[in-house]
Every structure is written in structure tokens, then in C-alpha cells.
């Protein structure tokens, strides 16, 4: 999908966010929104035809850590979300083991771990994320479980696209159930996280904290795209998602990216934004699962 | 109070809003948002010593006016937020007419009212507004009434400040019981609205289409920001505010504008935004009353 013009006013408050985290001195956070601004001031537009978002905003975190002088302004905050979200792992593993229906759960609280964001992560501690996620659980979740389950069963090798520190943690759980959807044989499934750091996006560290090398093969997509922008990943990334019979991407940098190429792409994601909302015809805040 | 760096964001929103009410044309909306964009880029803002809100939001606004050739992109939306609050007045004024106290019922309509605004108004019909406003008469409420009772029973001369469009009609329920409040004589009330067109602001046709003529004396400040920058004002309206022993100011730009003036200024207002709540320090969306 293309970004539109409410985009770019997003831009920017992602850019005060970010120069923010990088400095407290008026004079480095003027410095940093200055050349944003003559950026966007100078960015092409003609008939309002935007790239997709995550082309976007991985140009201006860019331009940002350049001007910044920081190579990754959201490591802390990465660190502090994951080990929120490890506190709760074993209260939430104890919630699968005991549903009726573990897949589902774990898809249900997959899709719920995307509530952990920059945005809203930054100063909360582990029982108010507990009760975001515990919330997530009960708010209306659009999509069809049966073809999800469907598509798990019947995939020999799932690529699952990773979004955020954090919520990568509640991706584990997932992706341990989908280590065991097939009655015949375990399914494989590779995890992909970003290839450098960009925003709150999962990266290798991260994976290895939240434990996801222990239940799957993990690689980077070589790009920093807070997405999954094929011609800017690595060849050795695109050959696993060409070989994947599945790929389960979440997230919104995920659907922005992925939402009109061809291929076995489930999303899960909240869409968080108005702009992705519309697109996707769903109220902003709308857990979705869909093709 | 000064402007942050989270005003230039919502500027940039406030264009993209003020571009598509100009024109659908992707050409027109580009030609807005880059002269925005453009302006933005060369803002002084050293040490980020950023003027108050209202005086960006005039310039951003004279700018849009200007490159999109249009004098009052939201004649239209004020016309309608009239015609609709205008719909809940019969049924307001019975609610305070049959209410334990008059006044503070009509004073808490009047911040209720604050709620009808342009960004949550544009598609909703009188069955919502009245839900709107019913809500806001459930949420919490900050301020000190008997202060405010004390102020309004001893004032000779109010100057009521109003603030949009819509809104204007449920502040002319407050405007009339303070013409009653006091017990040996009528007070003489003065309501101030905007000298020109500026967003959803109320001008003088918006008061007479709210009836407030019929009322009190109503004067025009002479400027076209969306506040009370003084020295922006016409030297009529500022002789009035330095005789008026009370000012009512309603909504955020009359805060912004006013909130480090001297003299005897009660402001009424939902902190909608995070910059003006978190200067108050209140939640977002508080209903305020506060001097």
C-alpha cells in the first residue's frame, strides 16, 4: 500500500519522538527536525503518488541517526520491552497449556503482543503491559481462524516476519505451536527479524533474548527498512521467502510493505493507524488477521 | 504558554485536514502541504523558544488560505456545527432549566460544548453530538465552581471569549444565566469572537446564528488567530478586556494565548492536547476550569 499524505505529518512526530530519545539539548533536537523538515519539503510527490510507508520512514530514520550521531536511539528501549515482556512468558505459556484451543491462543496473543510499541511502551512496567495484552485479548479480532489453522497445517516450511522487540517474546509462543501443527511432521519455521536497527524493530539481539533461536532457525532480511522492502533485503532473505509455502508477517511495517505482492501471506497485526485502517476497511485499533 | 516541538507535527496535520477541505486535486494538495512544508523548514526556532501556539497557527493558516485561494475553507463545517448544535438547544435548556443548579449545569454544557470540534465533527450527526455531550457531562471535571460562582456573582462587567463554531451555541446557555447571577442587577455581558475566518473558530456570523445577539453585546477582536494574541487585537476589543473585571475564556487557543497574561481570566476548556494537558497537568481530555 502507498502512504498518503497523513503520513507525513507522522513522519514528524516520529521525528521529535526520536530526537528526543537521542538528546535533551534544544539545539540537537532542532538540528534533527530541521532536516527533516527540509527533507520533506523537498520530497517527490507529484499527484500525491508516495512510496510505500516503510521506504519512507526508513529514509528518515536514516537521515535522523546520520544527523543524530546515534546509531540506534531505541536500544534501551528495545532491551527494557523485551524483559517486560519475558516476565509475563511464563503466566502467558501457562494460558496456551491450559486453553482449549493452544493455536488459537497463541495466534490470539501474537496478534495482542503488537500492542507493544515505542509508542506506547516507554514508561509502563510489566503489569500494565500485562493488562494491554490481557485487554487485547477481549477487544473484537477480525479474520478467519479456520484458514489460518488451515494454511498452518498444510505449510512444510513457514517464513514468520517478526515486528517488534517486546512482542517478539509473545511471538515465541507461536511459534512454538506452529513447530507442532503438523501431524505428520514438524513444521519448519524460520524467524526474520530487520537486518540493522531501525525504531523499536526486532533485530538478531532481540530474537536471541526472547529465546527464539532455541525454537527456530533465525535470520536477519539484510535491509533496515522498519518493513520487509524485497529489493532492499539480502538475496539469501528473498531466496527463504521464495521458498516458503507460508509466510505469516506482522505487524504494520510488514503489511505496508507486503500487503500488494504476490504470494501465501497471512498478516496479523493491530492496525494502529488510520491510514492502514482505511486501507484495510476495519476501525483504527482493529486486530486483524487477513490475506 | 510557549509551543513545543509536538506543535509542528500537528501544524502539518492541521494543513493536510485544511488541503483536502480546499480541494480534492492531488496537485492543489501538494502545491499546500510543500509551501507548509517549505515554511516549517525555516522556522526560527533557536533553543526551540517556540511562540505561543495560536500565533503559529495564524501564520499556518494565512499560509493555506493563501496558496490554496480560498478565504474560509470551513464555512461550510461552522454552518453545519451550528445547525446541529442549534437541534440540542430546546432539550439543553429544559436540562438546565429543571437542574439543582442552574449555573453549574450550564457551565458544564459550556466545556462540554468544547468537545464539538473540527476534527471529531465533520461527519456526525445531532443523535452523536448529543452523545458527545452527554458523555463529557459523565467525565471528570477539574476545577473550583465556587470560585467560579464567586467570580461571576461579583463581576459587573464579563467578557466571554468564545472559541468554535457549534460550541458557540451551548456557550449561549451559560451566557444567560450569567446575565441573571447577579442578585441587585443584571451583569452586563460581553461576547468576543474572532475578527476573521481562522479554522472552525466562531466569527460574528456564527454568534448571530447561535442567537447570542439576542443575549449580549457581541464584538469581534479584530485578529484572525485562533486565540487572543493581544497585541494582534483591535484596540477596541483590548479596551473592553481592560475593562472587563472578568474575562470567561473558553477552549485551548484562548488558554495558549492567555494562560501568562495578567489579570482576572477564568478559562474553561477540554485539554485535548497532549501539550496543553501536560502544561496543566491533567490527563488528556480533562474538562479543566481553571485561572
Chains 1, 2 share one sequence.
Not at 22 to 27: A, L
Not at 217 to 228: F, H, K, L, Q, Y
Amino acid at each position: 500500500m502507498k502512504a498518503t499524505l497523513d503520513c507525513i505529518p507522522c513522519c514528524l512526530r516520529q521525528a521529535v519522538d526520536t530526537a528526543r530519545l537521542i538528546s535533551s539539548r534544544p539545539e540537537d533536537q532542532e538540528k534533527i527536525i530541521r532536516a527533516v523538515l527540509q527533507w520533506l519539503a523537498g520530497l517527490e510527490m507529484a499527484g500525491l503518488d508516495l512510496p510505500v510507508p516503510p521506504k519512507l520512514t526508513q529514509h528518515l530514520h536514516r537521515l535522523i541517526r546520520e544527523v543524530g550521531g546515534m546509531a540506534d536511539p531505541y536500544q534501551a528501549m528495545k532491551e527494557y520491552e523485551n524483559e517486560v515482556a519475558l516476565q509475563l512468558l511464563p503466566e502467558l505459556r501457562a494460558q496456551i497449556s491450559t486453553a482449549a484451543d493452544p493455536l488459537l491462543m497463541a495466534l490470539r496473543l501474537a496478534i495482542a503482543g503488537n500492542v507493544i510499541d515505542a509508542g506506547v511502551f516507554g514508561h509502563i512496567d510489566a503489569a500494565q503491559v500485562q493488562q494491554a495484552v490481557r485487554q487485547a485479548l477481549t477487544e473484537p479480532f477480525v479474520g478467519d481462524v479456520e484458514d489460518f489453522r488451515r494454511a498452518v497445517s498444510e505449510a512444510h516450511h513457514i517464513l514468520y516476519l517478526a515486528d517488534n522487540a517486546g512482542e517478539i517474546v509473545l511471538d515465541r509462543l507461536l511459534i512454538e505451536q506452529l513447530s507442532l501443527s503438523s501431524p505428520t511432521q514438524p513444521t519448519r519455521v524460520t524467524v526474520a527479524v530487520r537486518g540493522r536497527p531501525i525504531i523499536n524493530d526486532a533485530t538478531i539481539a532481540d530474537a536471541v533474548a526472547a529465546g527464539i533461536d532455541q525454537v527456530a532457525e533465525v535470520i536477519d532480511n539484510g535491509s533496515d527498512a522498519p518493513g520487509t522492502l524485497l529489493a532492499d533485503c539480502s538475496a539469501t532473505f528473498r531466496a527463504v521467502f521464495e521458498a516458503a509455502d507460508l509466510v505469516i508477517a506482522k505487524g504494520q511495517g510488514n503489511f505496508e510493505s507486503l500487503s500488494d505482492e504476490p504470494g501465501n501471506i497471512l498478516f496479523l497485526l493491530k492496525a494502529k493507524c488510520p491510514v492502514v485502517a482505511n486501507y484495510l476497511g476495519v476501525a483504527p485499533g482493529t486486530q486483524v488477521l487477513t490475506r
